[in-house]
């Protein structure tokens, strides 16, 4: 089925959205913490969080049109942050570093962007990086 670019646009959106609320309310330094690493101190509920977090990021990656070997990697991370879980003690460590979703959503959002017609973003960084680039050649 062919989606009008405002229902892709849509899908991007909340795909997005899952994948930071999972992985990226709160930035400390180099980290992030979301949703997803405080409940997976909760025995089971971290597990239950994550696949329906996950398997929500690959149906909207499915209903957006986003190629199968995007949705096969998506499914591979989603899967070893899942299963990794279930470690006693170390599982939750793994899920507070291991940022799948947002790894993810933004594998799904970048299909979708390319189904869009957006443009590529600039492989060299962002923001400053580009800056010092350019001043530096």
């Not at 980290?31 to 509920?45: H, Q, R, T, Y």
């Not at 899942?82 to 299909?111: C, Q, S």
């Amino acid at each position: 089925m062919t989606r009008t670019d405002s229902e892709l646009r849509s899908i991007r959106n909340s795909v997005s959205l899952v994948g930071r609320l999972s992985d990226s309310i709160v930035r400390l330094g180099p980290f992030s913490l979301g949703i997803d690493g405080v409940l997976s101190w909760i025995p089971a509920v971290g597990e239950i969080y994550s696949l329906g977090a996950g398997a929500f990021i690959l149906a909207q990656g499915v209903r957006a049109g986003v190629p199968v070997s995007v949705l096969a990697r998506c499914a591979f991370v989603l899967g070893i942050r899942t299963f990794g879980d279930a470690i006693p003690f170390a599982g939750p460590l793994f899920a507070d570093i291991f940022t799948a979703h947002k790894w993810a959503a933004n594998m799904v959002v970048r299909a979708i962007d390319q189904r869009l017609g957006a443009p590529e973003p600039d492989p060299r960084g962002t923001g400053w990086e580009r800056s010092y680039a350019a001043t530096s050649r």
